[in-house]
């Protein structure tokens, strides 16, 4: 990669998630700039200089990299970011890696899924139970098969998600998950039972590479719940058969939407009958961090590449890109560090042993003490991502089993 020394780089949004990018950033030699409009957001404390500007206030963001000369910008991990980090780039002229179109597909499930059906992704079946006031229309609910998962169309981290299985479950989740959307629109799914399964690619110059791909446990807590996810084993057991049909229809889809540059992952299931459904995508970074998962197999750094990107428009090291691939000679895990209730987090202890581990190559950690968990399932409880190769499933098991032994949470109930 080109040297970025001495380049000035704005990250929008201040989250714990953050500060990998603030530190890989440093690592290359950038200055890094943070700016939300909250004073005490964690990654504020790493970075170079911060701010308290409003990541959706598109003039006061213009003004600022103006005044100091800013050279580029980045977000990563959430949706919701994407729409302002588009806008001040192109009010700017900074690379960015998605249009305004890509980030409404990218971010909407209900764009994405006709997207899937436009150029032949398979998706899950739906039901489309809104009448013209968008509540449920009393027919169109006789006609649903359970169970079913209802889920905002424009939210990300599997909040406001659940599992109905009967009309009157439907009824009040369908509810309940309106208030997670900005537009109140609810997209209702056929519950599908199969291995979670997701899949990660990486964007250069309109080449697309699949760079990973997870088989994803989780743990359904009560049934109603969006599940909470436990482990992602990389390669996946099913990558030759994802990889001889359903790969090509999604890089074909990614390619037709214009998609040239950057990080996108995909997730769906394989299903008991052999086949592949894709249910949702980002077109950012992931919040498990698999980024490092990839640059411990395979040598070639995600991160490091869309912070190239960022400030130069290119990806960086592109023969290192295309030699990528997702068949690993070693396991690499990511094991999700979660406490399983509500409340003040009091203290996070072991995290510094497991990190001292030699296969564990990160820790992205998630909630510190003294923040508050809230919520249930999906990515609210979530404390850390702990990321570690192996080369055998015991050594898979042995690892899992001394973090569960060593990280002890306690949080304080509401």
């Not at 000035?8 to 949004?13: A, I, M, S, T």
């Not at 990486?202 to 699949?210: D, E, H, K, P, W």
């Not at 570690?388 to 098991?397: G, V």
Request: net charge negative.
């Amino acid at each position: 990669m080109s040297s970025l020394v001495g380049k000035k780089l704005l990250l929008l949004g201040g989250i714990n998630h953050a500060i990998d990018i603030i530190t890989a950033a440093q690592e290359m030699g950038v200055t890094v700039y943070v700016t939300d409009y909250n004073e005490n957001t964690p990654a504020k404390k790493v970075a170079d200089k911060a701010f308290n500007v409003s990541t959706v206030d598109i003039d006061a963001l213009e003004k600022l990299c103006r005044e100091e000369g800013i050279d580029g910008i980045i977000t990563g991990f959430i949706d919701s970011m994407l729409p302002y980090a588009q806008q001040i780039c192109e009010r700017m002229g900074f690379p960015f890696w998605a249009t305004q179109e890509q980030v409404d597909i990218c971010i909407n499930k209900d764009k994405f899924k006709e997207a899937c059906r436009k150029y032949g992704v398979p998706v899950i079946k739906e039901y489309d139970l809104a009448d013209a006031a968008g509540m449920i229309d009393e027919e169109k609910i006789k006609t649903v098969s359970y169970p079913v998962l209802v889920k905002p169309v424009d939210n990300s981290g599997s909040r406001g998600i659940f599992v109905c299985h009967d009309e009157k479950e439907l009824r009040e989740r369908y509810k309940e998950a309106q208030s997670f959307s900005k537009s109140g629109k609810i997209l209702v799914e056929q519950y599908v039972e199969g291995q979670h399964v997701n899949m990660y690619y990486t964007l250069s110059g309109g080449n697309v590479i699949l760079s990973a791909m997870a088989d994803r446990y989780v743990d359904y807590l009560d049934g109603s719940s969006a599940p909470l996810p436990v482990l992602l084993v990389h390669p996946s057991r099913y990558l030759s058969d994802y990889e001889a049909d359903t790969d090509k229809k999604v890089r074909n889809m990614f390619k037709a939407l214009g998609m040239e540059n950057g990080v996108a992952f995909v997730q769906g299931f394989h299903c008991s009958d052999g086949s592949f459904v894709i249910y949702e995508m980002g077109y950012r970074l992931n919040g498990g961090g698999t980024y490092a998962v990839i640059k411990a197999c395979q040598g070639f750094d995600q991160l490091k590449s869309l912070i190239h990107f960022s400030l130069t428009g290119e990806m960086g090291d592109e023969a290192l890109l295309l030699k990528t691939a997702p068949e690993y000679e070693t396991f690499g895990v990511n094991y999700i560090v979660s406490a399983k209730i509500e409340g003040e987090i009091a203290d996070i202890e072991g995290l510094d042993k497991v990190r001292s581990l030699d296969n564990v190559c990160h820790i992205t950690q998630t909630h510190f003490a003294g923040e508050r968990l809230r919520g249930k399932g999906g990515s609210a409880q979530i404390i850390a991502y702990v990321l570690f190769t192996a080369d055998s499933q015991e050594e898979i098991d042995s690892t899992v089993e001394y973090i569960k032994k060593t990280v002890k949470i306690t949080v304080k109930p509401e």
